[in-house]
């Protein structure tokens, strides 16, 4: 199976008190959550990895077959959701892997709000749906949190635009 090799590689290489891979039963608990929160429920052929912030992250499972000897590895996959008491909160990336196959909460923001958005704003919109997943147009920009009429914004500093090009 290449997720075995896969961990094999990973134990030579990485640190795996920091990331670890799950196993079948958290995978499918993953997809459990997709679903229930997102109405998610296609198929993701990637390795799952959960690092000791609750951070999942994604890596093809083609890893067992490259050769990574002679690399000095720093983090592996790519970040795409965490891990939190109320569900899972996607990464922008992860909103924009998932969300076209979506079919519940998934907020359309007008493009006002996306500019406000896109610069880090949190907004007042009516609702309180938990984790959203936010869009504009056939843009997916990430995950919000709705809770008592508020959209709190997650997008990361060091993501946030300061003027937008149309």
């Not at 079948?24 to 997809?31: D, N, P, Q, W, Y």
């Not at 749906?129 to 869009?135: E, M, N, Q, R, S």
Request: hydrophobic share 40%; proline share 1%; with cysteine.
């Amino acid at each position: 199976m290449q997720i075995c090799a896969a961990s094999r590689i990973l134990c030579g290489v990485f640190d795996l008190q920091k990331m670890r891979i799950l196993n079948t039963r958290e995978v499918k608990e993953i997809i459990e959550k997709l679903d229930e929160q997102f109405g998610f429920n296609e198929k993701l052929d990637y390795a799952f990895l959960q690092n000791n912030k609750e951070k999942i992250f994604l890596m093809s499972k083609d890893l067992g077959n490259v050769d990574v000897s002679g690399l000095r590895i720093d983090s592996l996959g790519l970040y795409f959701a965490k891990l939190e008491k109320q569900g899972l909160r996607l990464s922008i990336e992860g909103s924009q892997i998932i969300g076209p196959k979506c079919n519940k909460n998934i907020l359309e923001l007008k493009d006002e709000q996306r500019e406000l958005w896109v610069k880090g704003y949190d907004l007042d919109i009516d609702g309180d749906l938990g984790f959203v997943i936010i869009k504009n147009k056939d843009d997916f920009l990430g995950c919000g949190k709705l809770r008592n009429n508020k959209l709190y914004n997650y997008v990361p500093k060091s993501r946030r635009l300061m003027v937008i090009n149309e």
